[in-house]
């Protein structure tokens, strides 16, 4: 059903077009004289005058036709143009001729809106039914049409074939041998143990060996003695560090916003090292894929999920929007999504397709939109994640059970100590206590807050804690609940006093608040939309009824006139006392009951509720009266704690029942240093509760709205919404399995499955592109050499059935990318040597069947990371928030600020971050010479590197060439270099003068210098 | 200094081939085959308008056709100025302040405008025989009108600067996209291989940063160097260290060069290691060179004051423009200025200085004192050195204002219509191309959009737009995208 209407809705354009032409012959040819007269008076010369420069066969030939579309025929104006019909016989309502005229959403002709009149006159003929005398035709442009029955045979879209294995102990042999000799190529010579060991670790890590590693390879004679290195070097956590930048080049991952303002996004690192993580657990590729696309509803609230559909906002976004712009940046970022998705995944330009068919590939211009819905509720922005909700809960959890010794203490305390101590206290010292001011302030037995921690402070004061983010879910008392933007407080008080009258409220300032306070808002201000107060018994087995007490707002120390405190008590949320321009100062507000509260039996249990819009006060005092007409008070006040001791022993008399004893302890404890010991140890616990160590994660959140068909990419130009689905061409059955499936699903967890379906999706291709981007990063150039391009323009396999036998490996191993590493690397054709054999180089000259080993420059990040292991002073730190050039950490993790590339990654070919990139640049410049001869990092590890070849002033020379041979290039020095590095060094330390003391280690450093510009340090073979 | 016959050691045909290779010799120039149809390609190699495959990217590259220009000096007049308070008088205007601007578009700005014309606050006058209306912001540009070629019915799509500036140098505003500097060098090749080719001189950086002179997806090679006014244009890396000596690091470079060619030997097929073993003398060059031509002491007091560089509100672009003449003196191809701000108080943020939404007159003026002297004087002195002939300097923020008011006195963006000025090779001095509708408002005849302005740069230089292409990611790019005509009218 819901397909049948997509295709309905977005072929609607040519069948309307086709119904217009026919019409309007059939009507042409019965109209009367008078239409065509009326045509010839008033529609003909607006015609010729205001559209043929720009919509005739004469503009065409002048190249200034506009929009395809042909004003000067009847069949022109029955056609339509690229927009699609421009008249609707009959119906000039409906014409989009006329909004054109009109001036509504599209502006015609340029020079100017026609007169009123003449618009008029339009609608009239087109309601006539467009009479239209005029012959002629339209040109007719070639277009291409899209069969995708005959796009399913392009060799990507089809499913995985069978290949026969050639006889070879490794079938990558077998296909590459085949290949070579129906070339008449010879088959290279193994490379020599150093070289190929020098190649593993860079390729597989991004690290040189160390000169110990390196010997200790070369002396195992093992035949296995590779495939342990190999194996080891999987298992380093360095092989996720790099391989995970291959992957973010294809994701043009970036931590910040690009355009003006480029705004830096703190938590776009974790999408980083989530694929770091991966790909060091050995994910499987489908679900590595399907987390990217949808880890956030795959997995909800976890860190994980979210950091992982980084990769669907990775991309630019501008920082200034206005409502003008905003629904066409929507578009440009769900286009960043789909080309991401597109080139990344499938090896495709789905970009292409936004605008009209892919021009070259079977992708109809409605599959983009289909694509594009899965994104319809997918926005971008930053979400406070609990990186480990389980030890956040085991925190709370043994924290709640520590809290029972203390309990147990008080408990014991007040069944034991407790009686006496007050009995003695209060006939000594409770007279002693001065009466009640009018304001007792009130110790809150429980605080809860939406976003804040509360704790209670010294005479009464609550103080603002520390905050939960908006949109965090947390646990807080064995629930999980999704933190609002909105603040809400609720407070509970207890009194056994009678006859309340009157409530005051006092927020202050302090200089731990924003901008001082007394809000919590970066300016300092807070909006009450509400208060609310509720009185119940204490005594849960009391049957008498909660009241919700009416407050009477009688005063405000400062409020605006138009958001007096008046609207907090008023019973709507929506209206608050804001007070912002008199913020910075003490504030109170005061409240009358609107009748005196009488009080329970037992105790009365206030239940105070503030209702902000976004946050709190910081710190703010409860206080209540029992005598009338608080209006006309000074702010004199007492604690309530010696008027509820008087009270109770009012109603009790000097017989405590001992259900008394422990909510007693709370009264009595600022008068008896024992009692306080215990209570507020019980008190102060509970304040402590361990809170979630909230990380800002830069993932999807909920946001967009519903994608529609654009006809020629232009967000005025809606031609109905788009429904998801997938790409037509790789349709296994004959409907849509986005539909067929379950529709009921998140629309991208259906992408993410139909991506990673072999059988019923795009699986297939998926696993081409991953094993070819493997194979390219091992061999220096791709089974298809256009790793982000399988369609009709990118480049053909030049081996398909070892692309075929590598995707099929990859499934056989349920999508990890590790075993398939180890396959590529224990082939002959990864382990030969780069030598050259002159007969091959006659017949392949572009050694595309692999005869010898491409030597290639490492990239931007591996070159600085092989000169910070050159100096020995690397640090291996993984992981977190991204550092700037002056680390020492490994490259992988330098910001990267769209606006402000690091000079030394940018100067080595490090890609703009804007698209998928597949394959990066190589580019021989002097501003990379210029860095190596004089940038003070090549300086510093040259001088590191001195230190590291001569630990002791009496190492021999030789040895130190020796030394620093082996850590530059994994080998030692021929006797020639040797002889001509000794000449080197000698020459250097006379140009410094012999005499210096530290001619030799100065020396030295020029020839460490030296070895860091040379080819065979950024080359490997 | 470095004579390559005396490079040791290598083995003949390999080291002829790496002769070619290292771009010595006009073997290389065989590789510049530019144009697409003149490309065979083979399936796996990129067609692209230029082969690079193995060629120094930055040969000199011979045009399709003889261009008249050979460098270009774009003076971008960051955030924007006024057209009509500038170069397109428009009496009507002068005349209806206050009154309500029939068509006023409430699209139009990035804010709200009133509606209202807002007359322009300077006096206007005619200069030159061409009789061009100037405004008296430019009392030292206004004598050299009969240079300019005015377009005054610029328009572009973007109504915020970061976009349009994106807009107005790479085509379109997606980022990722080469700017115009680098298709130009990718076209063209470099003229001077001890300098970069295309060099940028900012105060502020201008909003859109980097992304207005990205090489985008074109090999680094193309981006453009940026120098910085306010570090006084210095140059990463280009200082050699002072723990060494110029003796000792030549010393060195000896024997990375031999080093690297004995490496090369048996890795003949690898194109890029003659290249990295050139590159490094061209540092070594260029560590001269660059230096040498940024240094502004070895001009004489008269050129220095005839710039302005005694002026503080104008030294910096003075400094920026005598930099420029400079450049393209030596052969660099594409020099772009961003204009910063003058003095303070004018009201307007650093990286926008033209952004007059308050205030246009105190503005302007402001911006007008730090850019007039130092542009007329680049002019003249470019005329008297004879370099004009060669050279197009272009003047132009990334759009234009709204003739109607913004506040009282300030005006918002207007992408709608705008004007810019060429002056020098290639271009009819004194003419006015194009025109705005009676308030200045739109562009109304002869619209020239930033594709048709790419379009005609790159045939001033000897480039037809369509043919500099590059593919990217499946896809041909160009400059002009899929627009851009020439402005025929124009040309000299």
Known sequence: ?1021 | MFNYDSAANINLPARRRFLQQAGLGFGSLALASMLREEHTATASEPVNAISLNGADPLALRAPKFPGKVKSIIWLFMTGAPSQVDTWDYKPELQKRDGETLAGSDPKTGFFTTSGKCLKSPFAWGQYGESGSWVSDLFPHLSQHVDKMCFLHSMYLKQNNHAPASLELMCGTNRPGLPALGAWMTYGLGSQNQNLPSYVVLHDTRPRGDDQIWSAGFLPKTYQALALDSRRKESIDNLTRDAKHSNQQQRTQLDLIRELNQRHAIDRATQADLAARINSFELAYRMQMAAPEALDLASETDAVHKLYGMDRPECETFSRQCLLARRLVERGVRFVQIFAGKGVDGDGSVNDVPWDCHSDVQVNHRSCGLHTDQPAAALLADLEARGLLDSTLVIWGGEFGRTSDSQGAKGRDHNPNGFTIWMAGAGVKGGFHYGATDPFGYKAVENKVHVNDLHATLLHLLGIEHTQLTYKFNGRDFRLTDVGGEVLKDILA
């Open chain 1, 1 to 1021: 059903m819901k397909t049948l209407k997509r295709i309905t809705a977005l072929q609607a354009l040519p069948i309307a077009a086709l119904a217009i032409a026919l019409m309007s012959r059939s009507e042409c040819s019965a109209a009367d004289e008078s239409g065509i007269s009326f045509f010839e008076q008033k529609i003909r010369p607006m015609l010729v005058e205001h559209c043929y420069a720009c919509h005739s066969v004469e503009a065409l030939e002048n190249k200034k036709l506009q929009g395809a579309l042909y004003l000067d025929s009847a069949a022109g104006v029955a056609a339509g143009g690229e927009s699609g019909a421009v008249v609707v016989t009959g119906k000039s309502a409906d014409s989009l001729l006329m909004k054109a005229l009109r001036y509504d959403g599209l502006e015609m002709p340029p020079s100017g809106k026609l007169s009123d009149e003449v618009i008029a006159d339009f609608a009239k003929w087109i309601d006539l039914g467009a009479p239209d005398p005029r012959e002629g035709s339209v040109p007719v442009k070639p277009k291409r049409e899209i069969n995708l029955d005959e796009g399913r045979r392009w060799w990507a879209f089809q499913p995985l074939q069978a290949v026969k294995l050639p006889i070879a102990a490794n079938p990558i042999d077998g296909f590459i041998s085949i290949a070579q000799q129906s070339q008449g190529l010879k088959p290279g010579v193994p490379a020599g143990k150093e070289a190929l060991l020098r190649r593993a670790y860079f390729d597989l890590i991004g690290l040189p060996p160390t000169p110990e590693q390196m010997a200790a390879y070369v002396a195992d004679a093992s035949p296995r003695a590779f495939e342990k290195v190999v194996d080891e070097l999987l298992a380093s956590p360095a092989y996720g560090e790099r391989w995970a930048r291959h992957w973010l080049d294809a994701a043009r991952f970036a931590e910040s916003g690009g355009y003006e303002f480029d705004r830096f996004r703190p938590g776009a690192y974790h999408y980083r090292d989530w694929v770091i993580s991966a790909l060091n657990s050995d994910m499987a590729y489908d679900q590595f894929v399907q987390m990217q696309l949808a880890g956030d509803v795959i997995s909800p609230d976890s860190i994980e999920g979210a950091a992982a559909t980084g990769f669907l906002v990775a991309g630019p976004y501008p920082g200034q929007i206005t409502v003008k712009t905003v629904e066409r940046i929507r578009y440009d970022q769900l286009d960043d999504m789909m080309m991401t998705i597109g080139g990344s995944m499938l090896g495709l330009t789905l970009g292409c397709a936004r605008c009209h068919e892919h021009k070259y590939d079977p992708i109809p211009h409605q599959d983009y939109y289909a694509l594009a819905a899965a994104m319809a509720t997918t926005a971008h922005g930053p979400r406070p994640l609990d990186p480990d909700p389980a030890a956040t809960a085991l925190a709370q959890e043994k924290h709640n059970a520590d809290q029972q010794p203390l309990l147990d203490a008080l408990n014991a305390f007040a069944a034991t100590e407790l009686p006496t101590r007050f009995t003695t206290w209060q006939e000594k010292e409770l007279s002693k206590q001065p009466a009640a001011t009018r304001w007792q302030t009130m110790e809150p037995v429980d605080l809860e807050a939406e976003r804040s921690y509360l704790k209670e402070s010294a005479g009464g004061l609550i103080v603002h804690d520390g905050m939960l983010a908006a949109g965090s879910v947390v646990r807080q008392r064995g629930q999980s609940r999704k933190v609002r933007a909105d603040e809400v407080y609720r407070l509970t008080f207890h009194t056994h006093q009678k006859n309340l009258q009157s409530l005051r409220l006092d927020a202050f300032t302090d200089g731990s608040l924003p901008a001082r306070g007394p809000g919590l808002n970066s300016d300092g201000s807070f909006q009450l939309g509400e208060i609310t107060v509720t009185a119940r018994p204490i005594n849960l087995q009391s049957k008498d009824v909660p009241k919700n007490l009416k407050l009477k707002p009688l005063f405000a120390a400062f409020e605006d006139k138009d958001q007096p405190l008046s609207n907090a008590a008023d019973g709507r949320p929506e209206t608050a006392w804001i007070v912002k321009t008199t913020a910075k100062k003490d504030n109170a507000a005061i409240f009358e009951f609107e009748e005196p509260l009488a009080g329970f039996d037992g105790g009365t249990e206030l239940v105070v509720e503030l209702t902000f819009r976004e946050l709190g006060m910081g710190r703010l005092r409860f206080a209540f009266s029992v005598d009338p007409n608080p209006a006309t008070w000074a702010g004199e006040v007492t604690t309530q704690h010696a008027s509820e001791l008087r009270a109770i022993m009012a109603t009790h008399g000097k017989e405590l029942p001992d259900s008394m004893r422990v909510p007693l302890a709370r009264w009595f404890a600022p008068f008896d240093p024992e009692t306080a010991k215990v209570f507020y140890a019980v008190r102060d616990h509970r304040a402590a509760v361990p809170r979630p160590h909230l990380q800002e994660v830069y993932t999807t959140v909920s946001g967009g709205q519903d994608v529609f068909f654009l006809r020629r990419g232009e967000v005025d130009n809606k031609a109905g919404k788009a429904e998801p689905g997938f790409l037509q061409v790789m349709w296994r059955k004959n409907e849509d399995p986005a539909v067929a499936d379950s529709p009921a699903a998140h629309p991208r967890v259906a992408l993410a499955k139909w991506m990673t379906d072999v059988n019923n999706g795009a699986g297939a291709l998926l696993a081409r592109v991953i094993v070819n981007r493997l194979w390219q990063h091992h061999l220096g150039q791709g089974i298809v050499g256009t790793p982000n391009d399988f369609g009709v323009q990118g480049d053909r396999p030049t081996h398909p059935e070892l692309l075929e036998h590598l995707a099929q490996e990859l499934l056989r191993q349920g999508w990890k990318l590790k075993p398939l590493h180890r396959a590529i690397m224990l082939s002959d054709v990864y382990q030969q040597s780069h030598v050259i054999n002159p007969d091959n180089l006659k017949i392949d000259s572009a050694n595309r069947y692999w005869w010898h080993f491409p030597p290639r420059r490492l990239e931007a990040e591996t070159i600085r990371d092989a000169l910070l292991a050159a100096g020995g002073n690397g640090d291996s730190l993984m992981y977190g928030a991204s550092v700037l050039e002056d680390s020492q950490r490994r490259s992988v993790y330098l910001r990267v600020k769209r606006s402000e590339l690091l000079p030394i990654m940018a100067i080595f070919d490090a890609p703009e971050p804007t698209q998928s990139i597949g394959k990066r640049s190589v580019t021989t410049v002097p501003t990379q010479a210029l860095a190596m001869m004089n940038s003070p990092l090549v300086r510093q590890q040259a001088e590191k590197l001195t230190a590291r070849i001569r630990p002791t002033a009496d190492q021999p020379l030789s040895t130190s060439i020796v030394l620093a041979y082996q850590i530059a290039f994994g080998r030692s020095p021929s006797e020639a270099e040797q002889l001509q590095m000794t000449a080197f060094i000698e020459k250097q330390r006379e140009a410094i003068g012999r005499d210096s003391p530290e001619s030799t280690e100065k020396a030295l450093t020029e020839f460490c210098h030296v070895l860091l510009c040379l080819n065979e340090f950024v080359y490997i073979d």
